[in-house]
């Protein structure tokens, strides 16, 4: 596929077109961008994933549905993002490889700063800033596993009936407040903005996948914009899973993890949840929780970076 310009890139209402865009920095590949035009007039709806390059559901996802979608079901305009990082999806890793930036630590981003910065700033100003509401799905990579989180980076009712599109696998999350992550930074530009957790491992959940691509069609019908031809299922009654809220704890050393809890347990402040242990040394460190909540993730590989995340709890 050439690269064309990003004003050519609005196909016929009742039509879809896919095609590849260029951030125009330095050793970064450009990017697939499907977009559907609907037969009315109506939001502009953003689903993004791959903005770490290890995460597989949300990619698989983005592309089932908008080879499903059928804009002559839909009133407004659907762009798809598959990958955004697509130099760390080809060099399958979480980060960009030439300076080893956190893209989802680099919203809005800086025209003139990193190449990932570079990449943020592009990718924001093109495809956030027209968007009205935006989706951005992730899981927990090739270095951890993650529970159905679905979560709003603050407060806006106009997200409420998103949220409710998934379905009660999901938890319903209360994001942290961390400054460059896609949904938090277009919260803050005035969006309707949803962040999305499932899996991870560097595996594929295929469970995950399908609920995915289904709430994805019921958020359609959340923003008035038609079915897009699913004709979703709606759901009915209230989740049974508590709420979650928290954030990351970090490895206090570089380890084997050896864990003494597992995923959606509740845990209180102070209770251990593992050891890190350093064979050549042969010295262990007890890992405490730091907060009360219920295990929302944790590693799935066995060594443990100092620094890196070990666990959320929410």
């Not at 596993?145 to 998934?166: K, N």
Request: proline fraction near 9%.
């Amino acid at each position: 596929m050439a690269t064309i310009p990003i004003l050519t890139m609005t196909p016929e209402p009742g039509g879809k077109l896919t095609t590849s865009w260029s951030p125009e920095a330095a050793d970064l590949p450009a990017l697939t961008v499907h977009r559907a035009s609907g037969i009315k007039t109506g939001p502009h709806l953003l689903i993004t994933g791959g903005v770490h390059g290890d995460e597989y559901e949300g990619p698989t996802a983005a592309t089932q549905f908008f080879k499903a979608l059928d804009p002559a079901k839909l009133a407004g305009t659907v762009t798809v993002l598959p990958v955004v990082n697509v130099a760390a999806w080809n060099a399958r890793q979480r980060c960009t490889p030439v300076d080893q930036g956190n893209l989802n630590r680099s919203f809005p981003g800086h025209p003139e700063g990193t190449p990932t910065e570079k990449l943020a700033a592009a990718v924001f100003k093109i495809f956030v800033r027209p968007a009205d509401a935006v989706i951005d799905l992730h899981s927990g990579g090739v270095a951890i596993m993650h529970l159905p989180m679905v979560g709003v980076p603050g407060t806006d009712d106009r997200a409420e009936a998103i949220v409710s599109s998934f379905d009660h696998r999901f938890y319903n999350w209360r994001m942290p407040d961390v400054t460059g992550v896609l949904s938090k930074e277009a919260h803050r530009a005035g969006k309707i903005a949803i962040g999305v957790e499932w899996g991870g491992g560097g595996l594929l959940d295929a469970e995950g996948v399908s609920a995915l691509v289904a709430a994805l069609a019921r958020s359609l019908n959340a923003l008035g914009m038609g079915d897009g031809g699913f004709n979703p299922t709606p759901l009915s009654g209230q989740s049974p899973l508590p709420p979650l809220a928290g954030d990351y704890q970090t490895s206090p050393a570089d380890g084997i993890w050896r864990s003494e809890i597992e995923l959606r347990m509740p845990v209180m402040a102070g209770q251990i949840l593992g050891h890190l242990t350093d064979p050549l040394s042969g010295q262990s460190v007890e890992v405490k929780a730091e907060r009360s909540g219920v295990v929302a993730a944790l590693p799935h590989l066995a060594w443990m970076p100092k620094g890196e995340p070990l666990a959320y709890i929410g």
